[in-house]
Structure formats: C-alpha cells, structure tokens
C-alpha cells in the first residue's frame, strides 16, 4: 500500500516541471533543438532588408510576404504539389505491397525467409548516391524520366524493407489464434486479410504510412535526380531563390519553414511509436 | 511465437520481391556492368576487368574521401550516443511533458534534409545567423566557407542536432520496458545511480542501443544533402565525404567506370559493417528471448 502511494506521488512530481537536474538537461537540450528552427522562422517572417540590415531577435516589421509569393506563384507552390504527389504515391505502393509480405514473414517459415528478410534490410542500406546514376539511366531508357511515378518507384527502395520490417514487428503481436479461429469459421485467406487481419493491425499500418511518407518527404539526392521540370520536388525548387541579385533569404526562409508543416502536424498521433518507426520495427 | 513452415508463403512475399527487384537489382546490375567496362563513347563497351578497382585503389582521392568519411561517422557516433543516453535518462517517464519532449524531439527527424542544410547554413552565418554573429561578437573567428575547422565544426554539430534524438528515442523505449520492480529492487539495496545505470538500465537498453548504432553508422556512411548544402565539401575538399565524391564523379564528371566501381566497393564496405552489427543484434534478441 506505501508502496503504491509511492510510486504515485514520484509520477505526480515527474509529470511537473520542477527545477532539477532532469529537467535543467531536458531544457537545455530542447533549446539547442529549437533555435535553429526558431531562427528559420523569425527569417521568414522578415523583409529581406531586414534580415540583411543587422541581427534582429524578432521581427520588427512582420511580414507574411513572403509566404504569400510561394503561395501564389505556380513556379513555387507546383514544388509542393508536386512533391506531395510523388510522396503519396510511394506511401500507397510501398504499403500495399509490404502488408502480404509482412504477414508472410510473421507467421510462416519458407525456404529462404531469414535471408529475404536480411536481403530487405540491404536495400535500407544502399547510399542514394549509389543509385543516382542507374536510376537516372534506367528511367530515361524506359521514358519515365520527369514523372511522379519514377520518384515513386525510385524510393520504393528504401520505403519497401522499411514497411515490411515495421509491419512485421506489429504483426508479431496478433497472436495466431485469430487466424486459426477465422480459418475454422470458413473464411478465406483474402477474405480473412482484408475483413479481420487489416483492422487489427490498423494503427501499424498508419504508423508504416506515416514513416513512408516521411522518409519520401525528406529525400532530395534521389527525386532530384530523377526530375527537372514537371515533377520537380519542393526542395529542388528552393534552389531558385539564388538569383542574379543575391539569395532571396526570406522567400527560402518561408520555404523551409512550408516543408516543416507536413511532419509537424501529425507527429502528435504518431508520437508512443516514432522509436519504433524509425527503428525498422525493432523496438 | 512458433511460425509454421508454409512455402507457399513465397506468394505473399512475390510483390515486395519483384517491385524491389525491379528499383534495386536491375540498377545495381547496371552499377556493376560499368564496374567492368570501359567506353570510348558511343555505346561502344569493352571488357576493361579489374583496371577501375586498381585505378581507384591506388588513387589519393578516394583515400581521402574515405578517411574523412571515417573520421565524421566515428565524431558523430561517439558524440550521439552518449548524449542519446544522458537525455533518454534524463526525459520524463509518463504524462503530458513526456509527449512533448516526444514531439519536440522528433521535429529535427522529419525536416527535408536539405532544408537541414539550409538551416545550418543560415544559422552558421557570420553576417545573417543567430550562431555565426554570437561567436563573432564574442571575438571567434567562425568562417565555415574558409575555415577547415569551422566547416567540420558545422557538419557535426549539425548532425549532433539533426539525429542525436534518435539514439535518444531508442534508448527511451528501451527504458520503458524495464518494470518498476527492477527499480524497487535496487532501492531496497540502496545500489548507487551508477549502478542502477551499469546493472539494471544499460543491460536492458543495449538491444535498441545497438539498432540506433546500426542506423547512425550507416545513415551517416551515405550522408550527401546535408553537408553538401552547408559546404559544397568545401573549403577545398576538406568536408568531401564519400558520397559528395561519388556524385561529382557519376554525375558531375560522368566518368561511369570508375564511378561505378567506387560505387561497388562503398556499398560493399556499408553492407559488411551493417552484417557484423545486425549478426550481434540478432544474437542480442535470442539472449533476450531466453
């Protein structure tokens, strides 16, 4: 009973922000993450005299300019649709081709399975800038060259393990006996896998969308490659901010902060299993 | 949980085999054609045999590239992973400040790597960034477009800020599987903070630690967009890692020879690095399950 008393009173004081040693380490630290960002941020909320003319801890003549120019010049705001474009694609391919395969590798012993499984993770492996060249080549000679679907597929390469091997590790906790009793009941195996197996991995499997897209998202070297003008990736655009007058710091700025949104608004949902996430499913 | 043996299996497994197939051993096999071959353009091929291997293994250039390569992933790991452990150690266990750290922690992993560079370019900036203008007012010269140092400097601290939550997020999840009672134990022992950690939380954390190793050792390995946006692999080639080298080489110079033969031995040298570590990590969770 003193016991229990204990430990509820130590998760009271744990969940306050006290002035200790923990807290002190955890600040500094969230601090040295939130400045640069915090820097981005107060730029793009500049003019660029401003931000030229001397350092300024906040902005003195607020501007949301800057946002307004990518928002409404299709030259800027295409980068994004186009982007989400790609990225979308790849989430829906890499999920879809990985769910069977995952279950496959949770349930079943197959000749080969372990070093399938290892093969995957290879590919995980593989530096884009391995890949720039071929891929280039390969989707030139094929006519796909400039077009969503090439991206899409290019980043299958890493999307692909990166969904088995998380679903994998939710699956792994659906005891079997579901599968068993559903067989018995009659059901057939696309039956049972659409009907009864999908919901019950479903947060699993927003869990691998979310990680497909991100690592879509933030991938340059490869979707750059692989582009020039119609399918050209958001962060490719931001290079056009270097003109013959300088860099239009607040407009790159503006931008930077853009492509931060995405992730930023649904990481929340996903926060109890971003280690697992990043992880491959491991943790 | 027992598997059943089940070779038709191979069905379920049939998409992921020929979708990655198709983006990953067709290219690969293009790689490893011009690892071979020389050209005097025009398509025209002939067998060149080993001469690229033995161009590029006798050459400084790649030598170079391959130390600084070393040098910055063994930085950064043996920087991230201590600082990985302090703040997982150092985060609240439960409650509303345990999903915010979460949240906040997590935001610097999901920013477009090249927007991590652009940041960090800014930020750097002597005249226009918060950092590069406190150290010159308080009379360091920082000049990362100039200065060797200064640029090493702003790749690592940069990648320190960019994955250091990563180890942290691992080694966090590692702790939250350990029970209560472990902690009661020690307590009743009156064991020391330092021997809570050796004993009962390095021993549990070290399944994931090494997962969060394998990921920094390779990630870092094949890192290209963010240092290339900071520095270009400047000043001169001082920053210049492998994969910077490797795409001035493919796609700058086109030389497809001895770009693909570089291409060959990186991949392999990441592929034996990452067997050794997932064999110990396997062998970990067999441990673990016993």
Redesign the interface.
Known sequence: MADATATRAETRSLSLPRVNGRAVVMILYLVFLMLPIYWLLNMSLKTNSEILGGLTLWPQTLTFANYVTILTDPAWYMGYVNSIIYVTMNTVISVTVALPAAYAFSRYNFMGDKHLFFWLLTNRMAPPAVFALPFFQLYSSVGLFDTHIAVALAHTLFNVPLAVWILEGFMRGVPKEIDETAYIDGYSFPRFFVKIFMPLVASGIGVTAFFCFMFSWVELLLSRTLTSVDAKPIAATMTRTVGASGVDWGVLAAAGVLTIIPGALVIWFVRNYIAKGFALGRV | ??????????F??L???I??A???V???M??VNYAFQDTFGNNVFFWAGLSWFEDLLGSQRLWDAFYRQIAFSAIILAIEVPLGI??AL??????????V???????????????VG???Q??ARV?????G?TLDAIGIEFNYTQNFWAAWITIIVMDV?HWT??VA??A???LQSIP?AYY?AAKIDQASRWAVFRYIEFPKMLG?LM??IL?RF?DS??I??EPFVVTGGGPGNATTL???D??KM??GQFD?GP??AF?IM??LV??AV??VF?TV?TNLDKRDAQ
Request: include cysteine; charge should be neutral.
């Open positions: 949980m027992d598997k059943t043996t089940n070779q038709k299996a191979w379920l497994v998409p992921v085999l979708l990655v198709f983006s990953a067709i290219p690969l293009t790689v302090i703040v150092n985060m609240p266990k439960k409650g509303f400040w345990a999903s750290c979460l949240v906040l922690m997590s935001l610097p992993l999901l920013i477009p790597w090249n927007v652009t940041i960090w800014v930020f005249d226009i960034g918060l950092l203008y800020w939550s990563l997020l691992l966090y999840a590692g209560d009661q994931v997962i969060a990921l390779m390995f094949m290209y967009t492998l994969s910077i490797l795409v493919a796609l497809l770009a693909a291409s990186y991949f990441i592929l990452s067997w997932y990590m």
